[in-house]
Nanobody
Framework: QVQLVESGGGLVQAGGSLRLSCAAS????????MGWFRQAPGKEREFVAS????????NYADSMKGRFTISRDNAKNLLYLVMNSLKPEDTAVYCC???????????????????WGQGTQVTVSS
């Protein structure tokens, strides 16, 4: 089992940047594929980005490509999401998720992930 704690959210103006972190504890972090998801009020959970257990593969939702970057540091048990050129529609609670896997691949569907953090609020003002 792995425990996940997000940090780095906050209030930022449109066009600004934020870096979210997800700290993992418990089992070996490098055994997990990781993902970021977000949920805005009144909307369904939305895939943001995912990264394979080694970090060699990444995947992004179309609306995030070129603006967001997912990365991980397996030595520090940390997952990151750098968000640039933020827009008001990026406002949401951002959660990290983990899936234990022996395959070095990415997962985009939330039901493929077994472990979730509590989330961190990101608010982008216009």
């Amino acid at each position: 089992q792995v425990q996940l704690v997000e940090s780095g959210g906050g209030l930022v103006q449109a066009g600004g940047s934020l870096r979210l972190s997800c700290a993992a504890s418990g089992r070996t972090f490098s055994s997990y594929a990781m993902g970021w998801f977000r949920q805005a009020p009144g909307k369904e959970r939305e895939f943001v980005a995912s990264i394979s257990r080694s970090g060699a593969s990444t995947n992004y939702a179309d609306s995030m490509k070129g603006r967001f970057t997912i990365s991980r540091d397996n030595a520090k048990n940390l997952l990151y999401l750098v968000m640039n050129s933020l827009k008001p529609e990026d406002t949401a609670v951002y959660c990290c998720a983990a899936r234990e896997t022996i395959v070095d691949t990415v997962f985009t569907l939330p039901n493929r992930y077994a472990y979730w953090g509590q989330g961190t609020q990101v608010t982008v003002s216009s």
